[in-house]
């Protein structure tokens, strides 16, 4: 007896199709009511709910599939974005149920960080300013049109700026056309698009997005159809309190095995929100982390050239702060150069500060913004020494625009000239760095090329103030020798490029890269005490001791923007941190060493396999807490709160047990909802070391039943290893190796529990263009569900692609979609349920039609399947869905034609077969089709198809039809006069020319690797040049050998058989009637070409050859 259907949640009686929809809609609307019902079957059904199944008789576990994906994050509703991805994984849990394993996907929402915090913060700082609900300054007219007014100006002035020094300006907003419907990004306006205005007030408190958009997200899952265990499913932070422990615990173990340290490092960090700021955190500058560089001291000396503009400098260098020193700090990643210096550049209209640095009582001259990241790092970090007294404030001693330091003489540490002078470059970026950049010219072709141009062009230079005395004394100095560069590699890269201007910045870039790269892998030091060694030995030697000479100093930024999500931009800074030590050798090693072994893990992707390669070698220690934000507390000093990243490593074995835990409905984890009544509090690690860990006694006085602790342990073990998780490319830098470090750290004793598999995709761009509100193209997953059916989504997610790159969803495919499911549909139901069968075949008499179709739907039926374990749904949709459609289609049609009724047999098992196929990617639809039809149990249970093994004669002689009608329809095209009668050529035979090439193909095949070796080509003109006498055929032999080995690529070595394998004469007679009404023929007939009774002309003769009919 089937159970009682389930009440209907709130969320899900709104999905409710309207019963006034357009008449346009029928099919989509149709679709949508199916897929509601299968969804409400499927709850009453449990179809989803997967438990530990073992073999009856040996005890031995049934094969099993846990598939996972990244818990999205909480603070709104699904996304295209997170459908595309999603379906990777939902389809391969779907494929692999229907394959006969038992098959889970659990699901969770990630709650811990920064995101939602902030966003509360923001929304309670605009109902305090603005009211509730808020009135908006934008809202009134005036001030918007002045406040677009001066965007307009700001945009003016930037392009005027960039015009004043030759740089390409970019584009700047003159309009408020941002995220929200006003202009201006507004969380309030952000919330009024998702929830009911009335209600926005409430997540001020930002537990309260932890209770609203989960629940939300769950429905919104189910509507999709995605086939999760929702018994499993939980929330993040210590609101949930069994997650809580959890967390709590690994981080007791990850401290027990020495993984987690403290100490000062140098990590992204949020002035504003006063902690580091993590991936997760972020609103820009996801993956970047700290650079270090070596600020330079160039000592500012007194002005000498009488120039009103160092009135400013001059005071400064006289004052009690500038007594000690005045310094231009330029930023470089190449201290061992700095012999090379002949100048310093500084931007014209750049702005600069004069910044007290209490640490050595001197003023270094910079752009604010490196001064603001200079105040946050430690100048002596063993002793706990900042650069300023107080951290992340810096005292600004006087203000300069570039120009004010133009024409400065300087002390170049380690430099050949005893003075250099600050000149004017228009490319330097006050975005990076300090805004000061030394110049050697003989290794930084930038340098090379400004300093020339200040030398050919002495009006260009007087146009700023620089006299020839502050450049023509100065040539490069070669302080590095690269073999086949030089001692001047700069200037030998602008010479070989012929770069003349600052402004050729591709070629600037390609010279720069060599000559960096060439440089430090290759270049030998000419100069100083380190001459003869290395650069790359040399490098660490000179910058330690400049540092030790005072005369540098470590100096880090962010390797490219990052803004924060409360919109701050970050910095680099030494902070007391705890943190993960990944990098440390025998764990990276470990790692390394599973992720590269094709037995213990797949990557799906040669591409995906290099890049984890590659974040293994750069990440390094990761900062793990932060001092406020979601999360878990640090178990062992509660003022830390577990980052984001960290706390979402190996909660893929939480889900094993969460349904004992919390159970379904139980997302917060409320204790009086516990399946198993099983408290937070008795969650200690000792309960979690035993369900999880090798060789942990069951712990002694647990109110916890010990066979509830077995249950759970038992779960865990047969689920775990995890065997696949899908996530979008951008999480392998971070999300998915911490996952792998993880795992490896908490089971190090145990490989075999070791992650199996990642894939990786691109994003998703909507009709060909990126997402994005303002084209109108951001499409939510419950509207486009709504659109489109859920069926119709994922058939057009399946088609969008595979790979890394960025995957296509077409709204037109799914509209296309909407159509192929309900005729089909249609025409299942009409053939099986609706037509007497009298109008169908039966029995054991297969005609050739009928056996072609049976065959296809064999070979179809294994390269679908080959193609979903690869995890390639598009290639399996062409497969499973097109391809076989195209099969019955011609089936259809060859009966037809032919007068010949269809064999229920043959399309019984082509349609049950399809049913199958495409439940991995349309399960409603099949499940409907299912149950119309009469079948036991439920398709997304039902098992894959059992075919025969592809009868590839078979497939060559239905190509050979297939082939041979289209030859005839271009053939019949070409006419200037329709046909009405013809004669069908058939070749038995080859020329000898031809049976020549065959039997060297046969000698070059390899049986083995069926496949030819790889200079197989190049072996066909050798053999071509020394045995086809005949100059003329040598061409035509090696087009002939060529497009037979596409066809033994396509059927394998029967290709190369010298006779046709199979009667061509019967199949074409056989399908005689299909051709003359395919090609509107009144008489056709099927001749030898050797027939003498035709007297066919030799130049049609010659074009017939066997398995390739000639109509004439």
């Known amino acids: ?234 929330i993040t932070t210590s609101m949930n309190g069994y997650y809580d422990a959890f967390i709590r615990w690994q981080f007791n173990v990850l401290r027990e095995k020495g993984k987690v340290l403290f100490g000062k490092r140098n990590n992204v960090y949020s002035i504003v929100d006063g902690q580091v700021c993590a991936d997760h955190d972020r609103s820009e500058g996801e993956g970047v982390g ?67 640095i209490d640490a050595t009582d001197e003023v270094f001259i910079m752009s604010a913004r490196s001064a603001r990241g200079l105040s946050c790092q430690a100048y002596d970090a063993a002793n706990d020494v900042y650069f300023t007294k107080e951290f992340g404030k810096i005292t600004c001693l006087e203000t300069f625009t570039g120009d004010e330091l133009l024409g400065l003489p300087l002390k170049a540490p380690n430099a050949t000239y005893e003075k250099v002078y600050t000149l004017p470059l228009l490319t330097i970026s006050m975005g990076k760095g300090t805004g000061v950049v030394t110049s050697v010219p003989s290794d930084a072709p930038d340098d090379y090329v400004a300093l020339k141009a200040l030398k050919d062009k002495p009006d260009f230079a007087a146009k700023y ?7 023509d ?8 020798t690269i073999e086949g560069y030089g001692d001047a590699s700069a200037v030998f890269m602008c010479e070989k490029l012929g770069i003349t201007s600052p402004n050729e910045k591709a070629k600037l870039t390609q010279a720069k890269d060599e000559t960096y790269l060439k440089g430090f892998t290759l270049g030998v030091m000419n100069v100083g005490p380190y001459s003869g060694k290395k650069v ?7 910058k330690d001791e400049m540092i030790a000479a005072g005369q540098a100093h470590l100096y880090f930024e962010p390797e490219s923007k990052v803004v924060s999500r409360t919109n701050d931009e970050c910095v680099v800074a030494s902070t007391d941190q705890w943190y993960l030590a990944y990098g440390e050798e025998s764990w990276c090693s470990a790692v390394k060493k599973h992720v590269l072994d094709s037995e ?38 509660k003022q830390w709160v577990i980052e984001s990243l960290s706390d979402s490593t190996i909660y893929m074995a939480y889900y094993t047990i969460a349904h004992y835990l919390q159970g379904e409905n139980n997302l917060n984890g409320d204790e009086s909802k516990s399946p198993e009544n099983i408290k937070v509090e008795d969650l200690t690690d000792d309960v979690f070391n035993y369900i999880y860990r090798k060789g942990c006694s069951l712990p002694r006085g647990s109110p916890i039943p010990s066979e509830t602790l077995t249950k759970m342990r038992d779960e865990f073990r047969y689920w775990y290893p995890m065997d696949l998780r899908v996530s979008a490319k951008d999480l392998i830098p971070n999300h998915l190796t911490m996952a792998l470090y993880n795992h490896a750290a908490i089971w190090d004793d145990e490989p075999d529990l070791w992650p199996r598999g990642y894939y990786t995709n691109g994003h998703i761009m909507v009709d060909a263009e990126k997402m994005s509100k303002s084209k109108g193209n951001f499409l939510m997953m419950l509207e486009t569900v709504n659109n489109y059916s859920a069926d119709a989504t994922r058939f057009a997610c399946a088609d969008a692609g595979d790979t890394l790159d960025d995957a296509n969803f077409s709204r037109d495919t799914a509209n296309a979609a909407i159509v192929s499911l309900s005729n089909e549909a249609a025409w299942i139901k009409e053939i099986l349920l609706e037509t007497d069968k009298s109008n169908l075949r039966s029995g054991d008499d297969l005609n050739f039609m009928d056996k072609v179709l049976d065959n296809e739907t064999n070979r179809l039926v294994k390269a679908t399947e080959d193609c979903f374990a690869g995890m390639q749904f598009r290639e399996g949709l062409q497969k499973g869905w097109f391809e076989m459609m195209i099969a019955k289609n011609q089936y259809k049609s060859w009966c037809q034609d032919s007068g010949i009724a269809m064999h229920e047999g043959v399309v019984r098992k082509w349609i049950e077969s399809l049913i199958i196929l495409i439940c991995t990617i349309c399960p409603h639809w099949s499940e409907t089709l299912w149950k119309d039809l009469g079948k036991e149990g439920l398709a997304v249970r039902a098992p894959w198809p059992t075919v025969s093994e592809e009868n590839k004669l078979l497939t060559r002689q239905a190509k ?61 003109k050798g053999w071509t040049s020394t045995n086809v006498s005949d100059k003329k055929k040598i061409k035509l032999t090696m087009q002939f050998v060529s497009f037979m080995k596409r066809e033994v690529d396509d059927v394998g070595e029967m290709g190369m058989d010298i006779k046709c394998p199979f009667d061509q004469i019967a199949i074409l007679n056989e399908s005689l009637a299909y051709i003359k009404a395919q090609l509107n023929l009144e008489e056709l007939n099927v001749g030898s070409v050797d027939d003498s009774d035709l007297a066919v002309p030799e130049r049609t003769s010659q074009n017939v050859s066997p398995g390739k009919p000639v109509m004439w």
């Open 465 to 471: 103030g620089i006299t020839p005395d502050m450049v």
């Open 290 to 356: 700290p650079q270090e560089y070596v600020l330079i001291k160039l000592r500012v000396l007194d002005p000498d050239h009488g120039q009103a503009r160092h009135a400013k400098m001059e005071k400064l260098l006289t004052s009690d702060e500038g007594k000690k020193g005045v310094y231009l700090v330029p930023a470089t990643l190449r201290p061992e150069t700095m012999y090379g210096q002949t100048n310093c550049f500084i931007l014209p209209t750049g702005e600069y500060g004069a910044y007290y």
């Open 960 to 1020: 050979f039809l297939r082939d041979s009608l289209k030859n005839f329809r271009t053939t019949a095209g070409k006419a200037k006069k329709g046909w009405k009668t013809a004669t069908i050529l058939v070749a038995k035979d080859y020329p000898q020319w031809k049976i020549d090439a065959l039997i060297w193909m046969q000698s070059m095949y390899d049986k083995d690797s069926a496949s030819f070796p790889n200079t197989f080509m190049k072996d066909l």
């Open 1 to 234: 007896m089937a159970p009682a259907a389930a009440a209907p949640t709130p969320q899900m009686s709104n999905l409710s199709l309207q019963g006034n929809a357009p008449k346009g809609f029928a099919k989509r609307d149709a679709l949508c009511a199916a897929e509601l019902s299968v969804q409400a079957m499927w709850e009453r059904e449990k179809a989803f709910e997967s438990n530990p199944s073992y073999d009856s008789q040996t005890g031995a576990k049934d094969e099993k599939f846990i598939v996972t994906f990244p818990y999205p994050y909480s603070n709104g509703h699904l996304h295209l974005g997170h459908a595309f991805s999603l379906t990777k994984a939902v389809f391969r849990a779907q494929f692999e149920r229907n394959r006969g394993k038992n098959s889970l996907f659990p699901f969770a929402f990630h709650c811990t960080g920064m995101p939602i915090q902030a966003a509360a913060n923001k929304l309670t700082s605009e109902m305090k300013l603005y009211g509730t609900p808020p009135k908006f300054p934008e809202e009134d007219p005036k001030i918007r049109a002045q406040m677009e007014a001066d965007l307009a100006a700001a945009a003016k002035a930037k392009a005027d700026k960039a015009a004043a020094t030759g740089a390409k300006a970019k584009g700047g907003k003159t309009k408020l056309v941002q995220k929200s419907g006003t202009g201006i990004v507004r969380q309030w306006n952000i919330l009024k698009r998702m929830v009911p205005e009335d209600e926005i007030p409430q997540f001020s408190d930002p537990t309260h997005w932890l209770k609203y958009f989960p629940p939300i997200g769950v429905e919104h899952m189910k509507r999709f159809g995605s086939g999760v265990d929702w018994r499993r499913a939980f």
């Open 473 to 480: 004394p100065f040539e490069v100095v070669p302080i590095i």
């Open 600 to 637: 213990t893990f797949n990557a799906y992707d040669a591409t995906s396999l290099e890049k984890y390669g590659a974040t293994l070698d750069w990440l390094k220690e990761w900062a793990c807490t932060r001092q406020f934000g979601l999360g878990t507390f640090l178990p062992w000093d």
């Open 536 to 542: 790359s030995e040399a490098k660490p030697l000179i």
